[in-house]
């Protein structure tokens, strides 16, 4: 494993301290102050997302065995089954990457051998689809659970969702043990604290293939993700317009479609946000036949400094797409009170309907508590 230069420009977006130095204030302090700046990131993301998802986790388990929530248990399972995803995504990656900053960013003290990369590279791609096709997945069920009602109480089971979720993961979990088969590769990442899949091995078929199937694979969730919403969003609005004659049971059907469409919006611009800048980004490099380890070596001319631009770009992406796994928890569950009242207010003015009635059909998560506690 090749060396990196120690102390570059992190995800922080901190200067390097070797940099520094050059600069006339050389002194050690200078790659002290580097690594212990830089370390905080990853140790807060590390922090923030535990207590999150586990939040989350607990929440979930509580309205699961609630009465009142057998009729979105399906729902449930699936963001029970993020959570589970982030969080163990999070303790598997999160320590290595704080090891090898506390090791001044030298890799191969923490991984002489290379099998710690790889590794790290595998988890990145399992928590890294894993999520984007749940949340796909949650998309279609409501999807399904609003414009075919029917045929999703006669056929969506709490089985058949287990069965789905299983499936996604032992995919995924496939998909990513091609590279330990052969076909693709994961590499040391610049700076040089992480590990993932390469992007500019132009005389390595399996890699581009590899490559590019990850980055199309999340781009197809993703839009599967946006046009089921839409088309739910779409389903809601009309069925609004039309409910004078709702009936009783219809009415807690709305209740509980409102809910949960609440939280696929805010799921859907989470991950819109936080995932295609690096999709995008790595089919550009895949295409432009360049990676990150291009990024070792950097000189004054202008050529280099748009490569260090692209760079950071890059570790610009990552960080967006890491934060995910915070950001899901609070949009599902954490934050849903907030977003209930507010999108109440906007489908009122949007479509005619009564305030008060909105306010009695959302379930606000201060009134879940209280009921699966009681």
Aim: hydrophobic share 45%; with cysteine; aromatic share 8%.
């Amino acid at each position: 494993m090749s060396r990196w230069p120690q102390c570059q420009s992190g995800p922080n977006g901190t200067e390097p301290g070797a940099m520094r130095q050059q600069r006339g204030n050389g002194t050690g302090r200078a790659a002290e102050g580097c690594g212990a700046v830089s370390v905080a990131f990853p140790l807060t993301m590390m922090i923030t997302g535990i207590v999150g998802n586990a939040m989350a986790m607990l929440l979930v388990s509580r309205s699961y065995r609630a009465k009142e929530s057998r009729r979105k248990r399906s729902f449930l399972l699936c963001i029970g089954s993020l959570a589970r995803t982030h969080l163990l995504g999070q303790l598997l990656t999160s320590p290595i990457v704080i090891s090898v900053y506390l090791s001044d960013r030298a890799w191969e003290v923490v991984d002489p051998s290379g099998h710690l990369c790889t590794f790290f590279g595998f988890s990145m791609t399992v928590f890294g689809l894993c999520p984007l096709f749940i949340a796909s997945a949650m998309a279609v069920e409501r999807t399904l659970a609003i414009r075919a009602p029917h045929w999703y109480a006669s056929h969506m089971k709490t089985r058949v969702t287990k069965m789905v979720l299983l499936g996604i993961w032992l995919a995924v979990f496939a998909f990513a043990l091609l590279p330990i088969a052969g076909l693709g590769q994961y590499r040391l990442q610049w700076p040089g604290t992480w590990c993932f899949i390469s992007t500019g091995d132009s005389h390595l078929t399996g890699s581009l293939v590899f490559a590019s199937t990850f980055a199309i694979l999340g781009l197809l969730s993703l839009v599967v993700t946006v046009v089921c919403n839409l088309a739910t969003i779409e389903a809601l609005v009309s069925r609004c317009r039309t409910k004078a004659t709702a009936s009783r049971s219809s009415k807690q059907w709305g209740r509980i479609a409102m809910e949960t469409l609440i939280q696929l919006l805010g799921i859907m611009c989470v991950l819109s946000a936080c995932w295609s800048p690096l999709l995008v980004t790595m089919l550009k490099m895949i295409f432009s036949h360049t990676s990150l380890e291009h990024c070792k070596q950097f000189s004054g001319d202008t050529q280099s400094s748009e490569l260090h631009r692209e760079c950071n770009f890059f570790l610009t992406a990552v960080r967006l797409a890491s934060l995910n796994q915070i950001l899901d928890p609070w949009v599902y569950l954490l934050l849903r009170k907030i977003l209930l009242q507010k999108f109440c207010q906007a489908a009122s003015a949007v479509s005619k309907c009564s305030n008060n009635e909105w306010k009695e059909r959302s379930i606000t998560l201060s009134e879940e508590i209280r009921r699966t506690t009681a």
